[in-house]
């Protein structure tokens, strides 16, 4: 969290330091990686998938999707009253 009390994403690593001698303890090193940017590139590409640049509608892929999401979810639940409409 910021000094702003914002969230950011943070990808944390921690790796153990083995000691060499019998006398010495195992130490830990650990560090972070803001990683905000990357996240907003990801969002960026995921909506450029889906969404038609011009118009900013869903795509075919994006449409599908949601169709099959759809269907799978009645099947689970034992609905067979699901309707297709093709425009």
Known sequence: MTEEGKLIN???TT?????????Q?????TFGIDIE???RYEEKV??????????????RIKFEN????HL???????DSSSTLIFI
Not at 72 to 78: K, L, Y
């Open 72 to 78: 799978q979810f009645d099947r689970m639940e034992g």
């Open 66 to 69: 949601e169709i099959n999401k």
């Open 25 to 29: 303890k195992d130490s830990f090193i």
């Open 10 to 12: 943070i990808l944390w």
């Open 37 to 39: 940017e990357r996240k």
């Open 15 to 23: 790796n153990l330091l083995n000691s060499i001698g019998d006398d």
């Open 46 to 59: 995921e909506y450029m998938a889906f969404y038609d640049a011009l118009t900013g509608l869903a795509n």
